[in-house]
């Protein structure tokens, strides 16, 4: 079956960047646009960007532009998603998903910005 | 960005009654060239991922119980739960994906009155 797993929790300082992998596997890696989005501790989800893994083609958020990079490795079938000059409101839960109304979700990965 | 606007917040319901959900985009949803609505629905239970229920604004995922149905058109659209089951208490969201940044409602919580 379709799976999305994601890499573990993270904690930062403040000013540090972070990278969260997502290993797809059950269907073909270059098939479906790759999504990633956050969502703060019982808030609503905020969409970051999205990829193509065929291309890497990337169109971002215009909140992130500049601050987030995201790649992908088509030999292991594992997108990153890399969110620079990190801040306390960039804490939350990060997931990756399949599609655009995604059908697949990762199991999220909490990131902890915190001095 | 096109704003996604959830009715109520929350909302309590009797076991095997209606639940209803309502979302209006702040403009329409409806592509032209193939007639389909952008619009999705997700359930979201705590400490777990967000589900997709409902595409193209009424297509039933595979799997999700037929109590589950999504109507609407344009930029009017709505979730019903037509018999409400414990397992149904959760934080239900619309999102559009008719253009770039796809964005979320805020949520409505349905718990059991």
């Known amino acids: 079956q379709v799976q999305l797993v994601q890499s573990g929790a993270e904690v930062k300082e403040p000013g540090a960047s972070v990278k969260v992998s997502c290993k797809a596997s059950?269907?073909?890696?270059?098939?479906?646009?790759i999504y990633w989005l956050r969502q703060a501790t019982g808030q609503g989800l905020e969409w970051l960007g999205w990829?193509?893994?065929?291309?890497?083609?990337?169109s971002y958020a215009r909140t992130f532009q500049g601050r987030v990079t995201m790649t992908r490795n088509t030999s292991i079938s594992t997108a990153y998603m890399e969110l620079n000059s990190l801040t306390s409101e960039d804490t939350g839960v990060y997931y990756c998903?399949?599609?655009?109304?995604?059908?697949?979700w990762g199991q999220g990965t909490l990131v902890t910005v915190s001095s | 960005d096109i704003v996604m606007t959830q009715s109520p917040d929350s909302l309590a319901v009797s076991l095997g009654e209606r639940a209803t959900i309502n979302c209006k985009s702040s403009?329409?949803?409806?592509?032209?060239?193939?007639?389909?609505?952008?619009l999705a629905w997700y359930q979201q239970k705590p400490g777990q991922p967000p589900k997709l229920l409902i595409y193209?604004?009424?297509t039933r995922e595979s799997g999700v119980p037929d109590r589950f149905s999504g109507s609407g058109s344009g930029a009017d659209f709505t979730l019903t739960i037509s018999s409400l089951q414990a397992e149904d208490v959760a934080t239900y969201f619309c999102?559009?994906?008719?253009?770039?940044?796809?964005?979320f409602g805020q949520g409505t919580k349905v718990e059991i009155k």
């Open positions: 998903a399949r599609r655009a109304a995604p059908d697949s």
């Open positions: 059950g269907y073909t890696f270059t098939t479906h646009d």
């Open positions: 990829m193509d893994p065929n291309s890497g083609y990337t």
């Open positions: 403009q329409s949803v409806l592509y032209g060239s193939d007639n389909q609505n952008y």
């Open positions: 193209w604004a009424s």
């Open positions: 999102q559009q994906y008719y253009n770039t940044p796809r964005t």
